[in-house]
C-alpha cells in the first residue's frame, strides 16, 4: 500500500515531487550588462525520483530594479527539467538575481527538503541605457550588417526573445527579410521587422 506524504512540515509550495535527490543551478545570460538589457536567467533541475509535469520553481527575493516576465519551462527529460526567465534590469541597482527554491519530499531521509539557487551577479559596464541606434539590415544566414542585400540572403534566421540561445524563439523569419537594427549585444542584434521585434546573431 502507498501511503499519502505527511502533512507535518508540508511546504506551501509542495507540488509532488519525491526522491532522493533534487538539485536547482542559475545562470545568467549575459552576465555583463547595461540597464535595459535583456538578461536570460536559466534554472536547470536535476533530480532523482519523480518530479510532476506542473511544477515550477519558486522565484524569491526579486529586486524591484528588474521587469521580471514570467518563467517558461524550455525543456525536460527523465531527470531534467529547465525553464527560462527574461529579466530587465532598470537600473544599476539590479545587481543580483533572484533566489530561486523547488521543494520536494526526499523518500530516503523521510522529510520535505528545498533545493536552492543563490542570487547570482550582474555586473554593469556602463550606467548609461543600453543603445537604440537604428541602422538597417537584411537578414541572411550570416551575422547581419549594413552591407548585406538581398541577394546574400540563403537561409532563414531564428528570432530570439533574448540575446541567448536558450531563450525561445518567437519568430522565423524568411531569407532576405530587411529589419531595422536597434542595439547590439555580445554578438547579438536586437532588430525589428513587421513580424516581432527580437534578438539574432
Do not use: M
Not at 526573445?161 to 555580445?186: C, K, M, Y
Amino acid at each position: 500500500n502507498v501511503k499519502p506524504l505527511p502533512e507535518d512540515g508540508k511546504p506551501a509550495d509542495f507540488t509532488g515531487a519525491v526522491g532522493r535527490r533534487f538539485d536547482l543551478k542559475q545562470t545568467l545570460t549575459p552576465d555583463h550588462v547595461r540597464p535595459g538589457d535583456l538578461v536570460t536567467a536559466t534554472y536547470e533541475l536535476t533530480f532523482n525520483g519523480y518530479c510532476p509535469s506542473n511544477i515550477w520553481p519558486s522565484v524569491q527575493r526579486l529586486s524591484k530594479e528588474f521587469k521580471a516576465y514570467e518563467p517558461k519551462e524550455v525543456s525536460r527529460t527523465a531527470n531534467k527539467v529547465t525553464w527560462t526567465q527574461v529579466l530587465v534590469p532598470r537600473t544599476v541597482a539590479a545587481t543580483n538575481s533572484a533566489l530561486v527554491a523547488f521543494s520536494y519530499y526526499n523518500s530516503f531521509v523521510g522529510r520535505y527538503e528545498t533545493a536552492q539557487a543563490r542570487p547570482q551577479k550582474l555586473v554593469f559596464i556602463s550606467a548609461e541605457a543600453a543603445s537604440t541606434q537604428n541602422t538597417s539590415v537584411t537578414v541572411t544566414g550570416e551575422t547581419p550588417t549594413a552591407a548585406k542585400t538581398e541577394a546574400d540572403a540563403k537561409a532563414p534566421i531564428q528570432l530570439h526573445f533574448a540575446p541567448s540561445d536558450q531563450s525561445p524563439v518567437i519568430a522565423t523569419l524568411p531569407p532576405g527579410t530587411t529589419l531595422t537594427e536597434l542595439a547590439r549585444q555580445n554578438g547579438w542584434r536586437r532588430v525589428s521587422t513587421p513580424k516581432a521585434v527580437g534578438w539574432c546573431k
